[in-house]
């Protein structure tokens, strides 16, 4: 009797601690949804204003919407350069780095092709500026997609 009082409250403590680590633990998902991942978010932000470019098409009369856009474009590129793609976690260890170091370099491509455009638009060339967003920035498009968009899109 003695004795069962006396590791009473160490078995208290150990069954409270088993109690909060199994309340605490939430399995991680292995695959998200892509529609629920901030690159995903941020990849329909871009390509709204891309849009905007190849279809409406910039000029001097929308030039304050088409540096709107713009802007738009480069803060999310900013966003999304430094984020992992899910496609990584289906390469091996030893690739991973060099597989999200190349994600990165492109879409610092993206970066530096609308800044072209942000150029374009300064000195009122808007066709170079649609030109890019058609030409430049769907071939760049096409080759991110084609290595690391994943084959359920
Ligand atoms: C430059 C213009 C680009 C535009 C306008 C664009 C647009 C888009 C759009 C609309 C989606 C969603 C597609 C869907 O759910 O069906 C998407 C997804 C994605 N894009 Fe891009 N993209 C561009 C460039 C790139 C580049 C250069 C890369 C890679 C370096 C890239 C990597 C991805 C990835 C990884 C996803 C999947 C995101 C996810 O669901 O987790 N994209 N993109």
Known sequence: MVRSLRFAPL??????GATASALAFRPT????????????????????????????????????????????FQAAVVACKSMTPET??????????EFVTGYRSML???????CRMEKALLEAKYDEA???????????KKAGHDKYEGDDH
């Open 11 to 16: 078995t208290l403590v150990l069954v409270a």
């Open 29 to 72: 998902p292995v695959v998200e949804r892509a529609e629920g991942s901030p690159i995903h978010d941020h990849m329909e932000t871009m390509n709204a204003a891309l849009k905007f470019f190849a279809k409406t098409g910039a000029s001097a009369e929308n030039r304050v919407k088409a540096f709107e856009q713009l802007e738009k």
């Open 88 to 97: 990584a976690k289906a390469v091996e260890e030893a690739k991973r780095a």
């Open 108 to 114: 610092v491509d993206a970066l530096s092709n609308s």
């Open 130 to 140: 649609n030109r890019i967003a058609r030409e430049d920035m769907n071939a760049l």
